[in-house]
Structure formats: structure tokens, C-alpha cells
């Protein structure tokens, strides 16, 4: 990992050693560009979940391998510099999938999975929400739902990059709401409002907020899946 990302670890008693956080990792002219592309691109492109909207570019993880589809170069871009940055090492992400939340919409606790490099780095534009944290089950244990640890406030034009132990031990999900309640009091007892765990980075709020409004969300996550193949089209077009 670069030093450039590096230094934007969480350093918190409550998170793992392998999350970072990176405020205003593009301007508001690349985030207004990103929603443009994401907006002009076919409908039948998009799938339509319950609780948010999707789109998939790079192909579709499989056990088996992955199928790669070329990325549309204002999606390269960001492959790109990743990799500049060596957020998957000496990997080039190759896919990216883009939601869109409306306030209100979520998404359940899950994990990305096997099939994925285990490092997920997400671009976040168009409004604010919180990511919450739990930890996996034990299978040990005869409690049988994950326990909440603390939450990520995701604003506008950061990039956020989960690895290695919040990967593979953690659960990550997005509550179905329309307001975030905030507290910035690390011994308050108030159970509608999150452990959120780099408020002190958010330099666009203070200690007077207390509720933050959700808008239209897009979320870039861009992963490297390990096993693809490639198609050589030349094989069927000159057979």
C-alpha cells in the first residue's frame, strides 16, 4: 500500500488494523462526472433490487472464473490509480459495481466473499451515509446473531478501502434510513445513534450536528476478482 493511503489508516480502539479512510479523494468536478456517466448509461443496465439500484461493469465473479468484460474508461481511470496506489498490490481491479441508494434504502449485513481479493475500496458521491460493522458469528458460541461494533460516516468524494481482518471477520451493512443520527459523546448511552469512529475526519460537520439528511447516494466498489478468463473475440471472428 502507498504511504499516500497509508497514512490514512482509522487508528481507533475499536477498529481493526485494516480500514482507511480518504476524505475528498476526488473533486467535485470528478464526482459530478462519475454521476453524469453513471446517469447516461442504458437502462437496461441497471438492476433493481427491493432496497437500492445497481450496475455491474468487469463481469460477474464465479466460482469457476470470472468472464472479463473491458471497463468503460471513466471507470479505468480509477482502476488506474488504485493501482498507482497499490491498493490491491500489484493488482489491477477488475470490477466495479456502482449502487444507487435513495433515502431510505439499505442494504442487509453481508460479507464480499472468496471470490473477491480480499480488499474492497469504495468511491462514495452524491450524499452521506454511515456503514456499520459486526462481528462475524462464532460458531462457537451460542449466540446466534452478529454483534455491532462501530460505524464509518461515508461523506461525499472519499474513498474508503476495508482489508484482510474487517474483510474476512466483519459484516458491514447500511441501515434503511433517512437520517443519520449523530453523537459526538463517546459515553453516551443513546442506542439510536452509531459508534462512529472517524467523525473527527469529517471536517464538514461539528459538534452541533446532530442529524444528517440522506439524498440520492452512488457508491463506486471496485474489487479485483483473482480468478478471470479473458476472451480472445479474433478466435471466433477469423475462425
Known amino acids: 500500500m502507498d504511504e499516500t493511503i497509508i497514512s490514512h489508516k482509522i487508528h481507533h480502539p475499536l477498529v481493526p488494523d485494516s480500514i482507511y479512510y480518504v ?36 463481469g460477474y465473479p464465479k466460482p469457476e472464473g470470472m468472464i472479463v468484460e473491458p471497463l468503460p474508461e471513466w471507470l479505468q481511470f480509477y482502476t488506474l490509480k488504485l493501482k498507482s ?8 481491479a477488475n470490477q466495479v459495481l456502482i449502487n444507487r441508494y435513495e433515502p431510505g434504502q439499505g442494504i442487509m449485513a453481508h460479507e464480499d466473499g472468496p471470490l473477491y481479493y480480499p480488499t474492497v475500496a469504495t468511491i462514495n458521491t452524491g450524499s452521506h ?19 455491532y461494533e462501530f460505524s464509518l460516516l461515508l461523506w461525499p468524494r472519499s474513498l474508503s478501502i476495508l482489508q484482510n481482518t474487517v474483510y474476512n471477520q466483519y459484516l458491514h451493512e447500511i441501515e434503511e434510513l433517512k437520517f443519520d443520527k449523530i453523537n459526538f459523546d463517546p459515553e453516551s448511552n443513546d442506542q439510536a445513534s452509531k459508534k462512529i469512529v472517524n467523525l473527527n475526519l469529517i471536517e464538514q460537520i461539528d459538534s452541533e450536528t446532530q442529524c444528517l439528511t440522506r439524498s440520492t447516494r452512488y457508491s463506486f466498489t ?18
Open 23 to 58: 476524505p475528498d479523494f476526488i473533486s467535485q468536478v470528478e464526482e459530478s462526472a462519475l454521476i453524469e456517466n453513471v446517469l447516461k448509461s442504458s437502462k437496461f443496465k441497471w438492476k433493481h433490487l427491493n432496497n437500492r439500484s445497481l450496475q455491474i461493469y468487469g
Open 85 to 92: 496506489l497499490n491498493v490491491f498490490e500489484e493488482n489491477l
Open 129 to 147: 451515509t454511515v456503514l456499520n460493522f459486526y462481528k462475524k458469528i462464532d460458531p462457537n458460541s451460542n449466540d446466534c446473531s452478529p454483534k
Open 222 to 239: 471496485i474489487r479485483f476478482v483473482p480468478k478471470f478468463h479473458k476472451i480472445n473475440l479474433n478466435k471466433f471472428l477469423f475462425k
